[in-house]
């Protein structure tokens, strides 16, 4: 018995030439640098009963380039992390897999969240935002007494 090489796509050849254009597309996708595709940072999103706390990674962006917006319920995070080439360097890139260029985030806020308190921490290449919420979303204890009759 002869052992074949198998090709998944020697079907595809057969049909027309927009299948083929679609398969280029893909192809150039996954080829291409990271560089040219967008990116967003990974969030962590966390709450306990007096903040809601998110967190960024967003390393190699300064912190002169982080915008943060709270409008109508919606915290808006934005920033752009650029690719720095020199042109005195002799040697060329390997390998390119982190992502760079603009990125923008949109998280919808609860209700509970008091706009005017929010803080925003940045240490080691991560974003903090500590979102306190109001006193009326806190959890309260209430102590009920029995009355003796």
Not at 8 to 13: G, Q, R, V
Not at 17 to 43: C, I, N
Not at 74 to 83: H, P, V
Request: no cysteine.
């Amino acid at each position: 018995m002869a052992i074949t090489k198998y090709d998944p796509f020697a079907e595809l050849a057969e049909f027309p030439t927009g299948v083929r254009l679609f398969q280029d597309a893909v192809s150039r996708l996954f080829s291409e640098p990271t560089a040219t595709r967008p990116w967003a940072p990974p969030v962590d999103i966390f709450e306990n009963e007096n903040e809601l706390v998110l967190k960024a990674d967003v390393p190699d962006v300064p912190l002169e380039g982080i915008r943060i917006q709270l409008e109508n319920g919606t915290l808006t995070i934005q920033g752009e992390r650029k690719f720095e080439r020199k042109d005195d360097d002799k040697g060329g890139y390997h390998r390119i897999e982190r992502s760079y260029g603009s990125f923008v985030r949109y998280f919808s806020l609860p209700d509970s969240v008091d706009p005017e308190k929010v803080k925003a921490d940045y240490k080691d290449g991560v974003l903090t935002i500590t979102l306190a919420k109001k006193e009326v979303a806190k959890p309260r204890t209430i102590k009920v007494e029995v009355s003796k009759k």
